[in-house]
């Protein structure tokens, strides 16, 4: 019983991710905190209580202009984009490495909820890679390059967790084999998701394809 999707579903899984702009559907009015914007653009003043809600939007913003710029794109664009000064960013998010791994967490929480159900397969888990992958690839970049700073450790963790009940579910279903660890569907996520989204539009279909058959080959039980 094959282990990944057919090539048409990889196909219109990445033309359809293809076509997103970004991982996050909902949109996210912040208000502005104490001392922040002009008299003109001010919303009420609610002081400490608008900090979860403009960090939400900082984070959405994020999202959007990494994407897009990558991350060297100033923290300005992201708090004007965002709709809250640049003292309410940096009050949340002292540094770009934070503000990262603050995009990541909530990744990981759509890849952990990708996988709740039973039914649940190692596809659904690539699908949800694949959709991420497209317009987080700067991010990818700076967590595995801080993969040993404290702040970034935790991430690796839950990921971890998130590919081990993938497998155990798999295993039991005997779609793949004993040979294939935790470490092994770690590294074809990472794989899968680096050169998803370092390839050109116009051929990801094509990509992924190659990498599922690949990835089909070798897991399969022996």
């Known amino acids: 019983m094959p282990v990944l999707p057919s090539v048409r579903r990889a196909a219109l899984v990445v033309q359809r991710i ?4 970004s ?4 949109k996210v009015t912040p208000v502005r905190e104490r001392g922040e914007g002009s ?29 897009v710029d990558g991350l060297q794109a100033p923290f300005n664009a992201i708090a004007k984009k965002a709709g809250v000064g640049q003292g309410s960013l940096y009050r ?12 990541f967490d909530e990744n990981i929480d759509e890849l952990e909820t990708s996988v709740e159900p039973e039914t649940a397969t190692l596809d659904d888990l690539l699908d949800a890679i ?8 700067a991010l990818i970049d700076l967590i595995w390059r801080n993969q040993h ?3 970034v450790t935790h991430l690796g963790e839950r990921l971890s967790r998130v590919a081990g009940t993938v497998l155990d579910r798999e295993r039991s279903a005997g779609r793949i084999g004993g040979h294939i660890a935790v470490e092994d569907v770690l590294l074809a996520v990472t794989m899968l998701a680096d050169v998803v989204a370092r390839t050109d539009p116009a051929d990801r279909a094509r ?9 089909h080959a070798a897991f399969a039980p022996r």
């Open 149 to 151: 700073d404290e702040r």
């Open 39 to 67: 008299s003109e653009t001010r919303k009420a003043n609610r002081g400490p209580s608008a900090g979860p809600e403009n960090r939400r939007a900082i984070i959405a913003a994020a999202r959007e202009v990494f994407a």
């Open 23 to 26: 991982l996050s559907g909902s």
């Open 92 to 103: 949340h998010f002292p540094d770009r490495l934070a503000l990262a791994v603050a995009v």
């Open 130 to 137: 694949i959709e991420q992958a497209v317009v987080s690839t």
């Open 18 to 21: 293809t076509h997103r702009t």
């Open 207 to 215: 990509v992924a394809q190659r990498a599922w058959s690949l990835f």
